[in-house]
């Protein structure tokens, strides 16, 4: 086969469990031996939020299945409903706030085998 299968048990095995939520890796040049594209599930708990980070080498984008989120992009925010999808520029700090009354489930994709992921200080998100 010339494709690279990565399986659930794999990806579960790998998931980053954060106190805000998690993330699951489903491809990405480490995992899947992908260079162009990083593809992942994050989940945010209810009234959680993730840091406020960048991307350094890529843009990101956003697509959110379950939940409601406050995504705080650079200085302005959106609502997010389940189907909205978001794209962020590269080099734009961003984080979510879940104010749903569920746990907020997004697919995350970047066009880069290997994002980089640099956290911003808190106090940035006004």
Known sequence: MKGTLFTKA?????????EWGS??????????RCEDITVGRVVIKKGKSN??????????VIHLQ???L???VGKEFVLM????TLVV???VDHCALNVSEE??????????GERHFQAMPPDSVK
Not at 51 to 60: M, V
Not at 103 to 112: E, G, K, L, T
């Open 70 to 72: 406050k995504h705080f």
């Open 81 to 84: 409903e389940p189907g909205d």
């Open 23 to 32: 993330l699951t890796w489903f491809a990405s040049k480490e995992l899947t």
């Open 103 to 112: 746990d907020a489930v997004m697919i995350v994709a970047y066009p880069a």
């Open 66 to 68: 379950k939940g409601r």
């Open 89 to 91: 520029p590269i080099g």
């Open 10 to 18: 794999e990806a579960d095995k790998k998931r980053v469990d954060q």
């Open 51 to 60: 840091p406020n980070h960048i991307h350094g080498n890529c843009s990101e």
